[in-house]
Each structure stands twice: as structure tokens, then as C-alpha cells.
């Protein structure tokens, strides 16, 4: 599995392996308002790219389970 995350020699950087791309990274959430605010962010992304024009039409989307409560297409545990 590393090699698949492995950078190649001509990178440079501190870091050995990189799961996500250059321009996007993880980030610990300690607060409601910012829980919230990715909550609200992330189904929209499909919409924003003209993928869909609701965001309960992207079928990956958490948006499902949290508005129409349908964990059948995917599932994941709800942020209480």
C-alpha cells in the first residue's frame, strides 16, 4: 500500500508519502461552527461543479443521510 502513496524522487518535500493531493490536506475539527460549516460545504461541492443540481442527486454525498436520513446508497455514521 505505501508504494501506491510513495512520492517519486523528484518531489521534494520533508514527507515520504502523501495521501492527499498538493493543494488539498486533513484537519483536526474541535468546534461546532466548524463542523458545520464542512457539513454545509462538502455536499455543495457536486453542485458547485455543475455535477448535479441538488446535492441529494450526488449519490457519494453524506447530504442523504442527513436530510432525507437514507443511508441506502451510502453508508456512513451521522455527526451528532
Do not use: C, T
Amino acid at each position: 500500500m505505501l508504494a501506491r502513496v510513495s512520492l517519486p524522487p523528484s518531489v521534494h518535500h520533508h514527507a515520504r508519502f502523501r495521501v492527499w493531493q498538493r493543494k488539498f490536506y486533513d484537519m483536526n475539527i474541535w468546534r461546532r461552527k466548524k463542523r458545520d460549516e464542512k457539513l454545509n460545504y462538502m455536499p455543495n461541492n457536486a453542485v458547485k461543479r455543475g455535477l448535479v443540481k441538488h446535492p441529494g442527486g450526488w449519490p457519494w454525498s453524506s447530504w442523504r443521510l442527513y436530510f432525507w436520513n437514507d443511508g441506502s446508497i451510502l453508508g456512513v455514521d451521522k455527526m451528532l
